[in-house]
């Protein structure tokens, strides 16, 4: 069974400009999560999506991150414009239902610069 | 109230010890308490999980050991070896949270041949 994939793995940019994150989650997973992780921190959930709808964005800095999940499946996650603070690795994770266990990709280290 | 701690931040054990890492939590609606590995580059893999109606749960060298009255719960390594340096996260999650994990910060584990 195929993981959860993430594109790029790696991204340097400059603060101000805009950089997306694309996630694949396993087939037939409902369940899409976004983190974030911060250097020497435990994941922060941005946004969870059930199938194309968002079910907790409680976390995700809605002035410059955005995020959609068209046709329920692969998904991606915006920054515009990027600060500084945004340096981390955004990891992408999917389960088959709310609950269930959580499968996650490699992530995509992101560097502000 | 919707933290998890975790201690020790970096921990350092001989080949063949016990490898002990612990997590206390103020949420009493918390009910599903995993743990994580993650190796460099890699996303966070489930190792073990726990839910309330036990206090302890094994599965190979590895044991969860839960308090539900002091909220705390701990992970336990046997026999630690070199290949199960990488780090260590708790998380926490409850059926009201739709699946949201509250990462505790991490513990990096170094197992010394």
């Known amino acids: 069974e195929a993981g959860v994939a993430q594109s790029p793995r790696y991204k340097i940019i400059e603060k101000r400009q805009s950089v997306a994150f694309w996630c694949n989650p396993i087939s037939g997973h409902a369940t899409l999560y976004w983190y974030q992780q911060i250097l020497g921190q435990g994941p922060k959930l941005l946004i969870q999506?059930?199938?194309?709808?968002?079910?907790?964005d409680s976390q995700l800095p809605k002035d410059r991150f955005s995020a959609e999940r068209l046709k329920g499946v692969d998904s991606t996650l915006k920054i515009q414009p990027a600060k500084l603070e945004d340096s981390a690795v955004y990891l992408c994770a999917s389960s088959l239902d709310p609950g269930g266990e959580q499968f996650f990709g490699p992530g995509t280290r992101l560097t502000v610069l | 109230q919707q933290q998890v701690k975790q201690s020790p931040q970096s921990l350092i054990v001989q080949k063949g010890g016990i490898s002990i890492i612990n997590c206390a939590y103020e949420n009493t609606a918390f009910d599903y308490f995993p743990w994580y590995q993650q190796f460099p580059g890699k996303g966070p893999a489930l190792l073990i999980a726990?839910?309330?109606?036990?206090s302890e749960k094994k599965e190979g060298r590895f044991t969860i050991s839960f308090n539900k009255s002091a909220k705390q719960f701990s992970l336990h390594i046997m026999d630690s070896q070199p290949g199960d340096s990488a780090t260590y996260f708790c998380?926490?999650?409850?059926?009201?949270?739709?699946?949201?994990?509250?990462f505790g910060q991490g513990t990096e584990l170094s197992v010394k041949p």
């Open positions: 998380a926490a999650s409850g059926d009201n949270q739709g699946g949201k994990l509250i």
């Open positions: 999506f059930q199938n194309n709808g968002v079910v907790d």
């Open positions: 726990i839910r309330p109606d036990v």
